[in-house]
């Protein structure tokens, strides 16, 4: 009974800790298999992520304690659990491969743009008056790999100079040639990548 229900915590740890991470991990997972419309799916879950990790780090923490924790003189008596040797699921050595792993998956939006390549400006002569700043009101982005996709999505178009995006505002703003950028094809940039355009204004 307490070994089911060991296990069980540990799932149920590496499962908030996944699901913490969806919103983050999606696009990666989307630039990698090349449906970038996926990118979005899971952005729904990034308000709960905060009650997601705390969930996490609260039940494996509280495995690590049934690990570590000295055994009652009745439970010395008994020594059921010993009788053999421990299955690897149910040691200490499994439990620290699957906390190493929920942390690596928690900590995903720190270090999640390392997939994307880095961020690009274009070397272009041209007049002044035919360079425009366009602002891009976007939802559905949730942490700086959001960024990072509707970054790479808009840098592809014919004629942008350069791209910020800014997932805590839901704002992009690029720099692009007028006769050469095709304003539609940045629309549909940012929707491929699974994100949806709320408002655009042009910025003087």
Not at 12 to 35: E, K
Not at 112 to 119: D, I, L
Not at 156 to 178: C, K, N, P
């Amino acid at each position: 009974m307490k070994q089911t229900m060991d296990k069980g915590m540990i799932g149920a740890g590496v499962l908030s800790a996944l699901a913490a991470s969806l919103c983050c991990i999606t696009p990666v997972l989307a630039l990698l298999s090349g449906v970038s419309g996926l990118a979005s799916t899971f952005s729904w879950l990034d308000p709960l992520r905060p009650w997601l990790i705390a969930l996490s780090v609260g039940l494996l923490g509280f495995a690590w304690y049934q690990k570590l924790r000295p055994r009652s003189a009745s439970e010395v008596e008994c020594a059921c659990e010993d009788e053999g040797k421990t299955p690897f699921l149910q040691g200490r050595t499994f439990l620290g491969i699957v906390t190493v792993a929920a942390v690596v998956m928690m900590a995903f939006p720190w270090y999640g743009s390392v997939f994307y390549p880095e961020k690009r400006t274009q070397t272009v002569v041209v007049p002044s008056d035919q360079v425009k700043t366009m602002a891009y009101e976007i939802e559905g982005m949730t942490c700086a790999t959001c960024e990072d996709h509707v970054r790479s999505g808009i840098e592809e178009v014919e004629g942008v100079i350069d791209v910020t995006a800014d997932y805590r505002t839901g704002r992009t703003v690029l720099r692009y040639v007028r006769d050469r950028t095709e304003l539609a094809a940045v629309r549909r940039a940012i929707t491929a990548a699974g994100y949806t355009v709320i408002h655009k204004e042009e910025i003087h």
